[in-house]
């Protein structure tokens, strides 16, 4: 009952969050859209509240109506939102195939569903290690689960997936679960190819033939998904690389440069921001002692993607205090399963720069 009561608490807690949080806009749930006043929308939306360029979530408001379509031009600020399909495709399910109104609705449930789904995993493989139940709550935390919720982003489908994935894969699940579970991190965000594609080396290297064919069809799947996307809309289904990439460590140095030589007011947020940002080196190398002394190759490989992610993200990644859970994730569900494996107990002190962060949000 354990797992069950974790998962049902933080719903809860995600419902207590995003409400407060719509209490400031007349609890309008078109907030978590948020569509773009410059674009163009479908008709049926005249009512949603706008601002000028809106939130991420109005693109995948927009796929989830049609996610086998290729969308209109102009719709999309760019043909990536299309490859995190997963999320799309399950709040068209949920909405009676892309009903608008209920499409509202939905896409807030399936968050909460997958928020807790990952509570779920998370406390079963806590308790199994012996570590205390309430553990399964801190990986929503140390991603900023809630903060995606506020946005109606893909982030939350995509921590669930990655962790059914290493839950599955140190769990020595059968192979089809694991495959299953492969294939959903895949298309809930294209930076899990790497992670996937990695994974399948490591089979192919332990001699898990079997297994390492599957995540090779799985990445073969993928890449002629990207394919048709990108005959579909004409350009590349990637995200512009200026900005969200950089030389080595100019994104992390220029970030810091800002509390050090403000250029405005720095305000609560920021500030917060900024001991999240600090600690990424902190759990590199946490994460790479507790892997390997747990001697576990496979949250060396998440840690090492992440670090290198950390590496190579640019200034508007670095800049942005919602960039932390998303694309960074890799790092505290990693070094999560890590110190679960260890029963290394101060690992929730990771997670208090998050918890202020959501604090100053809500």
Request: aromatic share 16%; proline share 5%; hydrophobic share 50%.
């Amino acid at each position: 009952m354990k797992p069950l009561a974790m998962s049902i608490l933080a719903i809860f807690l995600s419902v207590l969050s995003v409400e407060k949080y719509l209490f400031k806009y007349q609890s309008d749930h078109t907030f978590l859209v948020l569509m773009s006043a410059n674009r163009p929308h479908p008709s049926g939306t005249e009512h949603f509240l706008r601002m000028a360029d809106g939130y991420d979530g109005q693109y995948y408001f927009l796929i989830s109506q049609s996610p086998f379509q290729v969308q209109p031009e102009g719709y999309l600020d760019s043909p990536a939102r299309h490859t995190r399909i997963l999320y799309c495709i399950v709040c068209w399910l949920f909405s009676g195939f892309g009903n608008r109104i209920a499409l509202v609705w939905a896409m807030y449930v399936v968050n909460l569903l997958f928020v807790g789904g990952t509570a779920y995993l998370a406390t079963e493989w806590a308790t199994k290690k012996g570590c205390p139940s309430w553990w399964g709550l801190l990986v929503g935390l140390s991603t900023n689960s809630i903060l995606s919720l506020l946005r109606n982003l893909t982030d939350v489908s995509s921590t669930f997936c990655l962790v059914g994935l290493l839950f599955a894969w140190v769990s020595h699940s059968r192979t089809w679960v694991i495959l299953l579970w492969a294939t959903a991190t895949v298309f809930a965000k294209e930076q899990n190819v790497a992670v996937v594609s990695c994974l399948f080396l490591l089979a192919a290297w332990n001699r898990k033939w079997k297994l390492s064919l599957g995540l090779g069809i799985v990445c073969v799947l993928w890449a002629g998904f990207f394919a048709l996307l990108w005959y579909g809309y004409g350009e590349k289904p990637l995200l512009p690389s200026e900005g969200n990439l950089g030389p080595p460590f100019e994104g992390y140095s220029i970030h810091f440069q800002r509390y050090f030589y403000p250029i405005k007011k720095i305000g609560k947020m920021e500030r917060t921001n900024f001991y999240l940002v600090l600690q990424l080196p902190l759990m590199i190398f946490l994460g790479l002692y507790l892997a390997i002394k747990a001697r576990s190759w496979v949250l060396l490989i998440p840690i090492l993607l992440g670090a290198v992610l950390v590496v190579v993200s640019g200034n508007a990644v670095y800049n942005d205090v919602w960039s932390y859970g998303r694309v960074f994730n890799l790092l505290p569900i990693s070094v999560w399963f890590a110190a679960v494996e260890r029963r290394w107990f101060w690992y929730p002190i990771l997670c208090v720069p998050s918890l202020i962060l959501l604090a100053a949000v809500i």
